[in-house]
């Protein structure tokens, strides 16, 4: 595709629900970015995968979130036990070397936990 | 302290003024500096990119980097309406390290 394509752009849970966002970056990008952006802040990193090994986690905010990219393409973002707190909207971005590591994002799926 | 500090704004200025957007930073280990725009419910879109200090235009944008103060600054020239979105600065250690973002600044331009 011709960017960052990201589904669903809602989703709406109940709290203690679990939830999966999927990514499908740009293709042949290598890296792929996820961030998560709360109302009327920045976006802020969650993890960094550089093929199908995530490189950077550190931004995790707790067990219940975990990311997965099996192939080294699409990424999915599971998110457990759903707290109203989490909602927000999930980022995604991808980059390569070769498009001098700019990071290119999507629009993003909008999270909310009732 | 946040790594990055960005006035969240609101900004409104009428069209045609030069608008004057900073964020500063507090860790040297930046490197790379970078200016995003979104557009309400899009995601952020890259404005410019520099690792150097100095000035870096592209059309009505510069982009300005200050590293011995940890100040970086986007001044867009000929504001027109559809400028109006949110400005993100955004920082990375390294070229394809995770981005830290400032909150951002919301503008509106008004014709």
């Known amino acids: 595709g011709a960017g960052v394509s990201q589904t669903p752009s809602n989703k709406v849970t109940e709290k203690g629900k679990y939830v999966e966002l999927r990514c499908d970056p740009i293709?042949?990008?290598?890296?792929l970015y996820w961030y998560r952006q709360s109302l009327g802040q920045g976006p802020e990193f969650l993890i960094y995968?550089?093929?199908?090994?995530?490189?950077?986690d550190s931004g995790l905010p707790n067990d219940r979130f975990f990311a997965v990219r099996p192939e080294g393409s699409v990424s999915t973002l599971k998110i457990q036990r759903t707290e109203r707190g989490d909602s927000a909207v999930y980022l995604c971005?991808?980059?390569?070397?070769?498009?001098?590591?700019?990071?290119?994002f999507g629009p993003g799926t909008r999270l909310t936990v009732l | 302290q946040k790594e990055v500090e960005q006035d969240p704004g609101p900004l409104s200025v009428p069209e045609g003024a030069i608008v004057s957007l900073n964020c500063t930073y507090s860790n040297s280990a930046f490197q790379y500096f970078m200016w995003y725009r979104q557009y309400s419910r899009k995601g952020p879109e890259l404005l410019m990119y520099t690792y150097s200090s100095g000035n870096k235009e592209d059309g009505r944008f510069t982009a300005q980097v200050d590293k011995s103060s940890k100040y970086i600054s986007l001044f867009i020239r000929d504001s027109q309406p559809s400028d109006s979105a949110t400005y993100l600065c955004a920082v990375a250690q390294g070229g394809s390290e995770k981005l830290v973002f400032g909150k951002g600044t919301k503008l509106t331009v008004n014709p």
């Open positions: 971005a991808s980059s390569s070397r070769l498009a001098g590591d700019t990071q290119y």
């Open positions: 293709s042949g990008h290598t890296a």
């Open positions: 995968f550089q093929g199908t090994g995530a490189a950077d």
